[in-house]
């Protein structure tokens, strides 16, 4: 009976052992992706002259004020400064639990704040970076625009092969620099989800198409990035995110955001901008209404409760 009880206690006390022991190894582990992701957000920070100007009070996470942010999607290539192909505007609201979200198209044709003409919008990150375009499309949207992330569009090729490929449901069959994609669900490499994200001319809706391609490779990399099966790659994630994505924001803001703001997710909204293809001295613009501009302007600053604008 003595020797049951005995090895009872060793098999008892040998569980304990390695019950601690694998307490101590998720800590551990927990600490190293605690410190990488840190490590990631302080490489991602950038530091820019911005200051809205129709921001009337300091944003306050703890009251949870409202807030915006420009998504920017830079295509920068060897030698070439870039352009914005992409600009996405999100407004995140805690207490009405939604995010709404407008794609601003590359070819809309408005006033590039700071140097005093009218250009495609798109071309404001090309004259004067990141600064710039926030002030231009804060004043074409006529809301205050808070913050800032900016995704080198080359980093679909780093993050997709990191997290070991995506898989997307393309709509229509189409050849892309060399490379053939079927309708229907595909899986994707880095090189091909670039290629896939890329193509324009052959979409019969043109930018539109283009940038809903660009969300489902977003939309899998998020999904694929948080399964188990590539938690192991996570420095490597970690390591093309911090390489190929710049914002103003700080750890400790994303961290407020991430506590504050999490409920937002569960409505997702999306708005669309609509105007009149045309050419002005031989270039392609898209020209937009100002009853088109001022309705999606004040369904914005609706979600930021802040004041609509009267109608002219």
């Not at 004020?65 to 030698?79: A, C, Q, W």
Request: aromatic share 8%; charged share 30%; hydrophobic share 35%.
């Amino acid at each position: 009976m003595r020797t049951k009880r005995r090895k009872k206690k060793k098999w008892i006390r040998w569980l304990a052992g390695l019950f601690v022991v694998l307490l101590a190894g998720i800590g551990v582990f927990a600490y190293s992706v605690y410190h990488h992701v840190k490590q990631t957000a302080n490489e991602m920070h950038e530091q820019v002259n911005w200051k809205s100007e129709k921001r009337q009070e300091e944003v306050s996470f703890e009251r949870k004020t409202p807030i915006s942010i420009l998504l920017i999607g830079v295509d920068e290539r060897k030698g070439d400064k870039g352009r914005a192909d992409t600009l996405i505007v999100m407004t995140v609201n805690p207490n009405k639990q939604s995010i709404e979200m407008v794609s601003v198209p590359r070819d809309t044709r408005t006033e590039i704040i700071g140097k005093g003409t009218k250009d495609k919008i798109n071309h404001s990150y090309a004259f004067g970076g990141v600064e710039m375009t926030m002030a231009t499309v804060e004043h074409f949207l006529d809301i205050p625009i808070d913050y800032y992330i900016k995704v080198n569009m080359e980093s679909f090729r780093d993050i997709v092969n990191a997290v070991g490929g995506v898989t997307v449901n393309n709509p229509f069959a189409f050849t892309y620099e060399g490379t053939h994609f079927p309708k229907g669900e595909i899986t994707l490499n880095g090189d091909e989800a670039l290629k896939y994200s890329r193509m324009r001319k052959d979409d019969p809706r043109g930018d539109f198409g283009r940038q809903d391609r660009q969300k489902q490779i977003i939309q899998a990399i998020i999904e694929k990035g948080a399964s188990f099966s590539s938690l192991a790659n996570y420095s490597d994630v970690l390591a093309a995110i911090g390489k190929n994505i710049k914002t103003n924001l700080t750890f400790d803001e994303m961290k407020n955001i991430q506590e504050n703001y999490k409920d937002a997710r569960k409505q997702i909204k999306q708005l669309h901008i609509t105007g009149q293809g045309t050419k002005i001295n031989g270039i392609y613009y898209l020209v937009v209404p100002e009853s088109e501009r001022l309705a999606i302007s004040n369904e914005l600053k609706e979600h930021l409760e802040l004041k609509a604008t009267a109608s002219r």
